[in-house]
């Protein structure tokens, strides 16, 4: 059966992940607007540096934030300088490598949605007087809803399955950096396969549910591809 | 007498099939992290010596140890522990009677700044820090050897919300490497050369503040046809070898 430690593992994976998706959205749809209708030269560089952590092992991202948020590190004197403290082994700096992480699976559904939706229904919008604002609010994102589903359900499992970022920057502390996928990893090494097959066992049934409503789901709704 | 290319080719290979498996073979071997420095420079010597080759990996006893119950390829295993090794002989993977202790592990408390840590240790009380970088101590006999120092100066329930734990012993060093740990307990082997510690500044444990830490090594039965695995296990007893274990702070067994 599960143990405190383990359910403590599961309530601290949710709750990196909550607060991620959260940021992502937040961050990531100005971003994913500006990509989708911008002609700037600059496109394919912001677009390449977005879908960067699609490709990097994990690792790459964790040994760059572990050497350059730390106390000699540039972006670790930065916020020390502004009193964060520096960001390994906190929840803070669980938060910001799961952003970078995860950030394309966020921006990139967005982006491919809003770039579907095209000039037509924006230019009706004009027409009637809509004030850009208005128009995002009331045209782009209903019209652009199966894209942002997407986009949370894919940032948060993402998140959720994150784990060679954490075991580089995490210190494996209870509560604030022990998430799911390395308390499963020190499962195994402790060879106690019995508690880590009941972690393993959780998160490959919420990984499967969550995948099977986001297609089920999205089935019975236009999607991207046939807005296209 | 003259010899059909048939004839040729038959001795040929016949001696390159010899060659490969008795001359020069290559030994597939799992190394504990902490041992990682040494084993490089008796690898580099038992080549030179034996004509064999040595291919090590790096990484922490447990999982080794969870990767050969599951047919890990592995032929030579270096443990942090003799736990690792018992488990793989009553496993019936080891090659009966091969299991020997061939280093004693050395623990420090070390930081990466000059000046830091004093030699004797009366910083772990001071404070002033906000992490203590340690191996799990669930995973790594220099994590468990962390612990019962602490618990010893009666200081691990005072410290203990300040732990920061490495997977194993490397990833502990990178934390306090990079400075994200002010200070943390490590192997000697990691930050000694020519029998100082090189960089920062450190406290070498001494040795009645926590039990031995008694490194086993094994042949698996993996290796038992390899001729360079019984080799290699062979030459880690020679004098040559054990000059290099002491060399990076370690004791020798009896």
Redo the contacts between chains.
Sequence with gaps: MLATADLDALFLTFKVASISTILMLLFGTPLAWWLARTTCPWKGFINAIVALPLVLPPTVLGFYLLVFMGPVGLIGELTTWVGLGTLPFTFAGLVVASVLYSMPFVVQPLQAAFTSIGEHPLEAAATLRASPLDTFFSVVIPLAKPGFLTATILGFTHTVGEFGVVLMIGGNIPDKTRVVSVQIYNHVEALEYNEAHWLAGCLLLFSFTVLLILYTVLKTQPNVQQLK | MLLTSFQRTIIISALLLFGQSSWSATVLVAVAANFSKPMTDIAAEFEKVTGHSAKLSFG?S??F??QM?NGGPFEVFLSADEKGPE?LEQADLTVPNTRFVYALGKLVLWSSKPGYVDDQGKILTTGGY??L?LA?P??APYGAAAVEVLKKMKLFDKLSPL?????NIA?TY??IS????ELGFVALSQVIENGKIANGSGWIIPDNQYAPIRQGAVLMKKGAENPAAPALINYLKSAPALAIIKKYGYDLAN
């Design positions: 922490s447990g999982k140890v969870a119950e488990k906000k992490h970088a799990d669930k995973l732990f920061v734990q490495g997977e990833q990178q934390f990079t400075a994200n740990a």
